[in-house]
């Protein structure tokens, strides 16, 4: 299923990236808390369950820590690792395909 990315940014807009490790990353599916959330890697072959690694210049940087490629799996390793995640980000992640 090909993802589109968000528009370039517009007058007033954030910038937004293609760098997994931005904040501003095109293709994030959602966040589940205050520092996890799930992303489509750019190649469009996974999703990637992030957590903020560090804040540098006072700009988060996300690091991988799972990589998967069904929603079942997404769901099961994003309540292990995230703790609590938000009821609507669950419910993105159920609304997700079954396979990326």
Known sequence: ???????????????????????????????????????????????????????RDRRAEWKGVKYLRTRDGLICSSCKVAGEIDPSALATLHALPERI
């Open 1 to 55: 299923m090909p993802i589109t990315p968000i528009p370039a940014a517009a007058e007033g807009m954030p910038n937004f990236s293609r760098r997994e490790s931005d904040d501003a990353y095109s293709f994030v599916v959602c966040r589940l808390n205050a520092r996890w959330r799930v992303i489509r890697c750019r190649d469009e072959i996974q999703w990637i369950v992030q957590t903020i690694n560090q804040i």
